[in-house]
């Protein structure tokens, strides 16, 4: 398949072909023709994809027919999660619009709101938004949702997550009844379900590959060490093996903090990104990362969520994720467009259980390395253990799944 074949526009094959893309992905295969239909549309798709343009391109295609250069009104809205994604959603706008007469801007909150609404009052055709400062200028009057035409809700798992349910409820009272709809998720859970019903009118159903197809390009493997070693192993790695650049993923705000500072004191230049840091602070190490000034991005998962970082070498879960599908998601940032990659995730012995619910839901046993000064239980003087049983020793019989559930959230 060709992207000529999928009934676009010269000027988007123009912007297509500027970018450098040979073919279209499967989910650009699948959802551009649908979209063009003016169908609505729900499908499941990670970030990597290549989903954007699966449904910018067609969106552009048939705004192209409706606005109107002299009277520029909202016409699509696409709504995100994260701060982050919204400004790379915009990015992709831009570029696949470079030869059409739309214009777009991006809302999100942590920054001044002024120049946001200017560029709203001198007249956009699409708005990517973040919920909260959407809601926020609606209130002020500062823009009308109501000749939406087109709505995307992109990563709208996470924006259940997130706990944006109520806001989405609301944007939904605002905007016409006749629109067409794009949803689109990673998994397919039945909140998510849910959301859609109330949303979708007569979707077309687009899967993509599975997820667990994604993890099988990346190679992935575990190290098992104690707790309070784990920000020693991975300085040591990074400057053994010279990596490059790594995104590590720790499960709070104050673990990326803390492995953060731990870094940078052992002389590597690194950045954290979590829901607390200031929206320059996080634009800033976002850039800085894309650019290679900064080697290491130590993110919690959402903030990482969604973020386009090509060809990353090395992802590191510092620590599990205790919810399963979050492990797919963060790998999902290495060996992306083709490229390997390698996932390590530094595991310890509190975090057993969470390694066989990833290895079930992945459908694959992981392989595990120790590494030598490393081994857990080596220093029992600095991590203590009250008593015998805790000790770490994976290699003792699994088993005592009885309080899984109880212990996972
Ligand atoms: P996304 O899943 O939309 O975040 O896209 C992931 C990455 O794939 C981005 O860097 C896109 O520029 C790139 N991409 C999107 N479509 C294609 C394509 N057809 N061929 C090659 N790369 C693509």
Redesign the pocket.
Known sequence: MK?NNLGLLPSLLKA?NE???????P??EKAIPVILRGKDVLAS??????????FTLPMLQLLTKSSNSQNRKIKALILTPTRELAA?IYE?VKEYSAHIDLISTVIFGGVNQNPQVSKIKRGVDILIATPGRLLDLENQRALSLSNVEILVLDEADRMLDMGFQRDINKIMNLLPKKRQNLLFSATFSKEIKSLAKGILNDPVLIETSKENTTVEAIIQYVYKVDKNQKSNLIIQLIKEENWTQALVFTRTKHGANNLCKKMIKANISAAAIHGNKSQGARTKALAGFKNGVVKILVATDIAAR?L?I?LLPHVVNFELPNISEDYVHRIGRTG??GAKGEAISLVCNDEKQYLRDIEKLIGLNIPSKTKIGFEPNKNPSSEPIPNKQKRSDFSRKKGGDRNRNQRRR
């Open positions: 992207f297509i970018k450098g893309y040979d073919k279209p992905s989910i650009q798709a990670q970030t990597g994809t290549g989903k954007t343009a699966g790379q992709n969604g386009d090509p992306r467009a």
